[in-house]
């Protein structure tokens, strides 16, 4: 495996650091306090192609590959991992099913608009009483003439309240579990969906999560996407993609931990000497050092096999459970670095530990990464 970046790759890393640096990083402690949402960076992201990074070109996208998308997701997130989750939701859960799923029509309507920014898209699968269980929902689409009803409730959306559209998964047939589940475009205004409140979370505070509400929303036929039937499939093989980016958004966490750790390290004197300079220290940067080496060539492997229209299920959720963990274990560690000033808000990375955890929770929890791995370990594949 060839693990040189090329020159166009090398100008995304560029472009997408000095970005953050210029235009995330200013405000990330306010933004996370106020939860308030990073509008305007988004439109910007927007206008450097970062939130279609994969969509091809005919369809306004930057038309790139999947390895330079997870280094933008790592330096976007390295600063702020909440404009991070942002990106990753609108480029590889919405703008990657219209890609892959949606037709010609749905593509000129929605996708050109998403993959610049004009509109930011939502991907909901979970609802109350189906998390990981993801197929166990309630949610109801019924075929009405020349539209589908939806009733029903999901959860924990990211984007739910700053998006243009969702993309909502629902049961066209009941009693034959996920292979009655269907895939549907809504968009926001609908007459019959609504929005619940912003949820107050622990992290990634910048980003909004939100339940949404299907009371008798009547959508055109002509939004649901592929066939009837295709919702579950389209919905896993899209996560597949989104742990990659989630993967990515804890290795800019750990990164930012890391970069934190050894500045801190190189000035803070303790006992007459730079607090670097003891092993205790040392041993906590390097083994965040290692993990975040081994995180970055797992998530480069998963996306070089996406790349390469390979099979990457297993590699996906080994890179999103390696990388998760080593967010949280690394920004834990910084805090700890940092000491009393780690524990203070104004220095900046207790956020990262709060950022961190939701990495090992959406798009899969870590339990739930294991069991894939697991599973295509034991029927060969590895
Ligand atoms: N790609 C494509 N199809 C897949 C697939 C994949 N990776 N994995 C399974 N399938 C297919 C199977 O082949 C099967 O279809 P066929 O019968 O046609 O072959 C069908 O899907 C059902 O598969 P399983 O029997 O394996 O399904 P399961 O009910 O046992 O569930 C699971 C498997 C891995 C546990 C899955 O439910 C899962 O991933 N759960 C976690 C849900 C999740 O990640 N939610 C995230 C919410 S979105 C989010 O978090 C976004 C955000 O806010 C940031």
Known sequence: MDFHLTEEQELIRKTAREFAEKHLAPGVITRD???????????????????????????????????????????????????GVIMSVNNSLVCQIFVEWANEQQCKKYLTRLATGELLGAFSLSEPQSGSDASNMRTIAVKDGDSYVLNGTKNWVTNGINSDL????AITQKGIGYKGISAFIVEKGTPGFSTGKKEDKLGIRGSDTCELYFEDCRVPAGNLIGEEGLGFRIALHTLDGGRIGIASQALGIAKAALDHSIEYAKERKQFGKPIAQFGAIQSKIARMATRIEAARLLIWQAAKLKDEHKSYVKEASMAKLFASQTAVDAARDCVQIHGGYGYMQEYGVERLMRDAKITQIYEGTSEIQEMVIAREVLKGSA
């Open 33 to 83: 306090e106020k939860a308030e949402f990073p509008a305007q960076q988004v439109k910007m992201m927007g206008e450097l192609g970062f939130m279609g990074m994969m969509v091809p070109e005919k369809w306004n996208g930057a038309g790139l590959d999947a390895v330079s998308y997870v280094i933008a997701i790592e330096e976007i997130s390295r600063v702020d991992a909440s404009a």
């Open 166 to 169: 969702v993309l909502v998964f």
